[in-house]
């Protein structure tokens, strides 16, 4: 498996993401989106803001497995990114200082994710990237119903959940009108049971976690974390 950059080092920056080459991000289309203007050298025929593209495919909704994902802490000034940190500490110190100045931090996480559809997608890598700063399905959206789901199906007598590769996502996309705006956003569901719709996708899920868990990945503990940020 070609492991995303993010996951074998201790740092991970927007850069890293962006320059990964070899595990697509998922995009949500709008207006903005190169993707749908046809002057664009990203133009990709019938790309429609609303659509979700991934290594130049495109599809209206997909499903997916969490594999593992890296949190960093995202700078924000009048509403482009100008830092990103590992740490909150270390982001709420460079908001501090000159450089950072009226800087707000907001919570960013990369999910490395498998698709388990649509069909052309299925099986597939890729790097869901969200934030906690817009109105979209945020990062801390996405983590409280891993952990809702966690709570759930968890042992009482062990205080073990499932798996998290076991839950299955879906996300599609809905407009959005406020104040005279109007904004594509991500519409989250989750199955209600821990059940992956194909065995080999789970299985090759596992699979793909144990690896990175053998390089190095950090150990997550999702309940502990959900709760101590009050989600």
Request: overall charge negative; proline content about 4%.
């Amino acid at each position: 498996m070609a492991l995303p950059k993010y996951l074998q080092t201790t740092k991970a920056t927007v850069e890293v993401v962006e320059e990964n080459s070899f595990t697509p991000i998922i995009k949500l289309l709008t207006p903005l989106s190169k993707e749908v203007k046809k002057s664009s050298d990203k133009y990709i025929p019938n790309a429609e803001e609303g659509l979700f593209c991934c290594d130049g495919e495109l599809f209206d909704k997909f499903s997916f497995v969490i594999m593992d994902h890296k949190t960093t802490y995202m700078v924000w000034k009048e509403s482009m990114p100008i830092g990103s940190y590992e740490t909150e500490e270390e982001a709420e110190a460079f908001v501090a200082s000159e450089d950072g100045a009226g800087g707000t931090v907001q919570l960013h996480k990369d999910f490395a994710v498998k698709f388990v559809g649509p069909d052309k997608m299925a099986g597939k890598n890729a790097i869901l990237s969200l934030s906690g700063r817009s109105k979209l399905v945020t990062a801390k959206t996405l983590l409280h119903q891993m952990n809702v789901n966690f709570k759930k199906h968890m042992d009482k007598k062990t205080g073990e959940g499932p798996d998290f590769t076991a839950f299955v996502y879906t996300y599609s996309s809905e407009l959005i009108s406020s104040n005279g705006n109007s904004y594509w956003v991500f519409k989250l569901q989750s199955d209600k049971e821990p059940v992956v719709v194909s065995e080999a996708v789970y299985l090759q899920a596992k699979q793909d976690q144990e690896e990175m868990k053998s390089l190095g990945a950090p150990d997550r503990d999702l309940l502990a974390e959900g709760e101590a940020r009050g989600i």
